[in-house]
């Protein structure tokens, strides 16, 4: 057979491989078995999770600041104390604790 030489930094192995086998249609060229249902939803739907995970997140991070800002510019409203000015009016405002927790 043929004789193959595997090197790292501490160790040199030499191995000859005696026959050759041809791997079951079940095992993946890792050798895991591709039986999972994980990972053939993985393999077929992948990208489209991906895709609703990314568009999902997108509109909760814009709807978080739309509700912020909602919330801030009604305390302006009512006459308080803008927080950039140092008022913690928007502390007690419903609408700006549900975009601060979306």
Do not use: M
């Not at 997108?58 to 308080?80: A, C, N, Q, T």
Request: net charge positive.
């Amino acid at each position: 057979g043929s004789l193959i030489t595997l090197s790292c930094l501490s160790h040199r192995v030499v191995c000859q491989v005696i026959s050759s086998a041809v791997p079951a249609d079940s095992v993946l060229e890792n050798g895991t078995s591709d039986s999972s249902w994980i990972t053939r939803l993985e393999n077929n739907y992948g990208f489209y999770i991906g895709l609703g995970l990314a568009v999902f997140s997108s509109f909760l991070i814009g709807s978080s600041v739309i509700l912020k800002k909602k919330g801030l510019l009604r305390l302006v409203e009512k006459g308080g104390t803008r927080a950039g000015d140092g008022g913690h009016g928007y502390l007690k405002d419903w609408l700006w604790w549900a975009g601060l927790l979306t």
